[in-house]
């Protein structure tokens, strides 16, 4: 397993489990099954509603002595509807408690975006709160107490731009340690990618497989399929492994943490092995000329009277 160091020793496995839609009446299983596969990192957020059966789940694996706290890297993230500052350092405890644990390695801001305490999903403006109401300076202010408090060992945020992160390093006390975003060859986000290399910032690449099993509130009808894609399938049959594999090596290639989600015990040993394979300069560069696509832009939460705007999510 590769690492991601950061500037006090600690290390990130790049290769984890991605747990957003596992069914909570699924996930305990599917996390057993990931442990023994050899998975050390798991990403998970209060949003995905399954962080009790994952904290079942890797106690009973600690319990069994398959393996133990120091080994795992746990990400854990703050949802919008609890962006005010006196929520934070709450929220993470009910992370913690839920998952069994009293630290993370890793937590981080899910969204720019602030909804309204208790509103788990917005369908109208006054569902939001505006970015004076709750300024994300003050959210990260909070992210920040989590880690004096000792509760979590890292920070960051996830779905933020180079402006966001800029204002955040500029504001904040302590500077984001990583950024979560989505990144596969439809989306390489090259100028964020190398903002966050010169500023010693980590990515993780959620939806690196290009989310075939998204909800269908983030689908649309000409969304592109990256596992089928030409290219793709031909640099699998150079290297006989599979689409999601060559996906996987890509993103490890990039020297980003990359989090697969799978339940299926065959595709999740066959993710993890994907870090057996190499792919060459040639492969890299063929990639660079597939088409640009984002799967979740964020749309979700900029209409309905959002007073976010997509120009505030992404650099287009
Ligand atoms: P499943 O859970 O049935 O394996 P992403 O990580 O980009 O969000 O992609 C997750 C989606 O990709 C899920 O629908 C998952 O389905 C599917 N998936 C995961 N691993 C593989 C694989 N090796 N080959 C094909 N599909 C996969």
């Known amino acids: ?14 290769l984890g489990l991605g747990t957003f839609q596992i069914a909570s009446d699924e996930v305990y299983k599917v996390i057993r099954t990931a442990i023994n596969i050899g998975y050390r990192h798991f990403d998970c957020a209060a949003a995905y509603g399954n962080e009790k059966e994952i904290g079942n ?39 913690l408690d839920d998952l069994q644990f009293d630290y993370l390695d890793l937590y981080l801001i899910h969204w720019p975006v602030a909804f309204k305490p208790g509103i788990a999903f917005p369908s109208q403006k006054e569902d939001y709160l505006t970015e004076q109401e709750a300024p994300l300076i003050d959210t990260w202010t909070g992210i920040e107490e989590c880690l004096d408090e000792e509760l979590t060992k890292h920070i960051g945020v996830s779905n933020c731009n180079i402006g966001v992160l800029k204002k955040l390093q500029a504001e904040g006390t302590l500077e984001p340690e990583v950024n979560q975003v989505e990144l596969h060859p439809y989306l390489p986000q090259q100028g964020l990618y190398d903002y966050c290399r010169l500023n010693n ?24 399929h990256l596992l089928s894609e030409h290219l793709i399938v031909e640099i699998a049959e150079k290297h006989q492994c599979s689409p999601a594999q060559v996906l996987i090596a890509w993103g490890l290639s990039r020297k980003t943490a990359v989090i697969p989600k799978s339940t299926n ?3 999740m040993k066959e993710n993890f092995e994907a870090q057996n394979i190499r792919l060459d300069r040639e492969d890299l560069r063929k990639l660079i000329i597939l088409p640009k696509h984002r799967f979740f832009d964020g749309s979700i939460f900029t209409t309905n009277g959002s007073p976010y705007k997509l120009t505030d999510l992404w650099e287009y």
Request: proline share 8%; charged share 30%; hydrophobic share 35%.
């Open 201 to 224: 910032i980590h990515l993780t690449a959620y939806a690196p497989l290009g989310a075939t099993g998204r909800p269908d509130r983030v689908r649309k009808d000409r969304d592109p």
């Open 57 to 95: 789940a890797l106690s009973d694996a600690i319990k069994d002595g398959e393996v133990n706290r120091e080994e795992l890297w746990i990400t854990s993230k703050l949802w919008n509807s609890c962006h005010l500052i006196k929520d934070v350092v709450p929220s993470l405890q009910k992370s």
């Open 265 to 267: 015990p065959g595709r």
């Open 1 to 14: 397993m590769k690492y991601l160091k950061f500037s006090d020793g600690d290390e990130m496995p790049m």
